[in-house]
C-alpha cells in the first residue's frame, strides 16, 4: 500500500488549493480514506474523511465544514481536497490516510475515533501574506 500526496505550497488568505492522494495497493471499495493536518506544536487533526465507495458519505471538521470538499476519481484511484477560503489557521503538513474497514466500522473510522492503518508522507500547505 502506498498513499502520495501533492498539491500543497504557499498560498495567501482567501485563496484555494486543491491536494491530491495517489494511492495503490488498495481499492476505494472497501478502504475508508481521510485528511489529517498536523500544524508545528499541535495535536494531528482530522480533517475530512469519505467511506467507500458503495457508501461515499463524507466528513469533515467543524474547522473547515464549508471550505473544503473531499472527492474521489475511483477510476484512477485518487483522492482529492480542495481547500477554498484558506486561513492563516490552516496552515499545516496535510496527510491522506486509509484503512480497511466494514459495514460496521466504517464510521468509526470517519469519525477518527479508530486509527488509520496506512498514511503518505504529507504535503506542506502554507497560508500567509
Known amino acids: 500500500v502506498q498513499l502520495v500526496e501533492s498539491g500543497g505550497g504557499l498560498v495567501q488568505p482567501g485563496g484555494s488549493l486543491r491536494l491530491s492522494c495517489a494511492a495503490s495497493?488498495?481499492?476505494?471499495?472497501?478502504?475508508?480514506i481521510s485528511w489529517f493536518r498536523q500544524a508545528p506544536g499541535k495535536e494531528r487533526e482530522g480533517v475530512s474523511c469519505?467511506?467507500?465507495?458503495?457508501?461515499?458519505?463524507?466528513y469533515y471538521s467543524n474547522s473547515v465544514k464549508g471550505r473544503f470538499t473531499i472527492s474521489t476519481d475511483n477510476a484512477k484511484n485518487i483522492l482529492y481536497l480542495q481547500m477554498n477560503s484558506l486561513k492563516p489557521e490552516d496552515t499545516a503538513v496535510y496527510y491522506c490516510?486509509?484503512?480497511?474497514?466494514?459495514?460496521?466500522?466504517?464510521?468509526?473510522?470517519?469519525?477518527?475515533?479508530?486509527?488509520?492503518?496506512?498514511r503518505g508522507q504529507g504535503t506542506q500547505v502554507t497560508v500567509s501574506s
Open positions: 469519505i467511506l467507500p465507495s458503495s457508501d461515499g458519505r463524507t
Open positions: 495497493g488498495f481499492t476505494f471499495d472497501d478502504h475508508a
Open positions: 490516510a486509509a484503512s480497511p474497514v466494514s459495514y460496521y466500522n466504517a464510521e468509526y473510522y470517519c469519525e477518527w475515533v479508530y486509527e488509520f492503518e496506512y
